[in-house]
């Protein structure tokens, strides 16, 4: 299964599997083996990464989860992962933007940026419900909101356009001194 994960803002994409030997988990470049069991009577689990163990307590909470471990106290959010649909601008250059698309039919319960506003790789545009589920949509670059099509209470189609993000100019190469 895929996964987005955000703790403390950052995004990551988590995909699981599992084997013979537990759990298999592929975060970017970096694979390593899982382990996760209850203690029973208490709220902590054992968790296992490469050989390693560490107690940790885990609270669920609305979106996501608390993890404590000893002293430190972090929020995590987990959710499927599912490609964002987006169509990119023909245009080339710095003018590209990018059309984000309601993956389904829904009900826009929430539009969390406005014209103008920064947007974050994954950070959510629109929150749409279906089937009475609520799910984010996420932008699929960083950049900017060029445009906002949708309001909150507003019916939508799969594959209409709920927002237009330009993607922030990649970082230009330094040159060195020679």
Not at 27 to 32: C, I, K, L, S, Y
Not at 120 to 139: D, L, T, W
Request: proline share 8%; with cysteine.
């Amino acid at each position: 299964m895929i996964f987005d994960v955000a703790v403390r803002g950052h995004h990551q994409r988590v995909e699981t599997a599992h084997t013979e030997e537990g759990l298999r988990v592929h975060v970017g470049d970096h694979v390593t083996s899982v382990g996760l069991e209850p203690i029973a009577g208490s709220q902590c689990w054992r968790l296992t990464v490469d050989g390693r163990t560490v107690l940790v307590r885990l609270h669920a909470r609305e979106g996501g989860v608390v993890a404590t471990f000893g002293p430190t106290r972090v929020s995590v959010s987990v959710r499927r992962w599912l490609p964002v649909p987006s169509r990119r601008d023909a245009s080339a250059g710095a003018d590209r933007r990018i059309e984000i698309l309601a993956p389904m039919p829904g009900l826009v319960i929430e539009t969390p940026v406005a014209v103008g506003d920064p947007v974050a790789a994954g950070g959510p545009v629109a929150i749409v419900e279906a089937m009475k589920m609520q799910m984010e949509v996420p932008s699929p670059s960083a950049g900017r909101v060029d445009e906002v099509r949708v309001r909150p209470g507003q019916e939508v189609a799969g594959g209409q356009v709920l927002a237009i993000v330009r993607p922030a100019p990649a970082a230009e190469p330094q040159e060195s001194g020679a």
